[in-house]
């Protein structure tokens, strides 16, 4: 899966906020990030939007994993606790897929094991290849 992990460092966004794509297969993903005081918000926690990005760049990883471009089409996260740790672990679950939509659950957890937040992901599977965009 070095293939999928090369495409998604294309991620700009992803990249600049530091996030690593630790293992993906298809259907599942796994990323973190080393929080940085850029990832903060005026309470000292980490803001939203890092927190989002994270489980997206995740979800977006493990249902392009098989190969099938695979774009968003609903996403929604639920904040459990606040983020105030070094490091921050995503793992995304499949949940369900068919030819043309699939689902995913995306826990994020902080250095202490904590649950932080809990995002869920609907794709949907396109037609095109990644190998038909990777050229780009």
């Known amino acids: 899966m070095e293939n999928i992990k090369e495409f998604f460092k294309k991620d700009n966004f992803a990249a600049i906020s530091g996030i690593e ?4 297969s298809p259907g599942y993903a796994k ?6 005081e850029k990832h903060l918000n005026a309470l000292k926690t980490v803001q939203g939007g890092a927190l989002f990005t994270l489980a997206d760049l995740t979800f977006a990883a493990a249902s392009n994993a098989y190969g099938t471009v695979v774009v968003a089409i609903n996403a929604n996260i639920s904040f459990v606790k606040a983020a105030t740790g070094k490091t921050l672990i ?3 679950k ?5 030819p043309k939509i699939s689902t995913y659950t995306v826990n994020i957890t902080d250095d ?23 050229c780009i």
Do not use: C, H, P
């Not at 794509?21 to 993906?24: A, G, I, N, Q, S």
């Not at 990323?31 to 940085?36: F, L, P, S």
């Not at 499949?94 to 068919?98: D, H, P």
């Open 31 to 36: 990323a973190t990030i080393n929080i940085e």
């Open 90 to 92: 995503a793992e995304a």
């Open 21 to 24: 794509l630790l293992e993906v």
């Open 112 to 134: 202490k094991g904590d649950l932080v937040a809990i995002f869920q992901g609907m794709g949907y599977r396109k037609k095109a290849s990644l190998d038909d965009i990777s």
């Open 94 to 98: 499949e949940t369900s897929i068919n």
